[in-house]
């Protein structure tokens, strides 16, 4: 199985940027897989935020964070990363990582992190 491990969520304020990471557990499992980022505000809907696909040639990004977030992957470290700017109040949610064959915003991805929660102060 794909372990996806995330880190780098914190408590920020509006303007400021942040940037979380995924390593998945093990880089064979891992490979061939498009990777992305949803998140989930409390009270709401799970909502996909951003997905790369395995040749890192095709990203796909919300209309909410469009301009503002970037994806990006290392494949030497089995990584993903969401950097984030120009970070809003309403971008406060929990954040999880995912991969699997497709990750879009219309089907489950086969994998999930856990979470890391991302939480931006007025």
């Known amino acids: 199985q794909v372990h996806l491990v995330e880190s780098g969520g914190g408590l920020v304020q509006a303007g400021d940027s942040l940037r979380l990471s995924c390593t998945a557990s093990?880089?064979?499992?891992?490979?061939?897989?498009?990777m992305g980022w949803f998140r989930q505000a409390p009270g709401k809907e799970r909502e996909f935020v951003t997905a790369?696909?395995?040749?890192?040639?095709?990203?796909v990004y919300a209309d909410s964070v469009k301009g503002r977030f970037t994806i990006s992957r290392d494949y030497a470290k089995n990584t993903v990363y969401l950097q984030m700017n120009s970070l809003k109040p309403e971008d406060t949610a929990v954040y999880y990582c995912?991969?699997?064959?497709?990750?879009?915003?219309?089907?489950?991805?086969?994998?999930w992190g856990q979470g890391t929660q991302v939480t931006v102060s007025s």
């Open positions: 995912a991969a699997g064959r497709v990750v879009t915003a219309s089907r489950e991805p086969d994998y």
């Open positions: 790369i696909s395995w040749s890192g040639d095709i990203t």
């Open positions: 093990s880089g064979r499992t891992f490979s061939g897989n498009a």
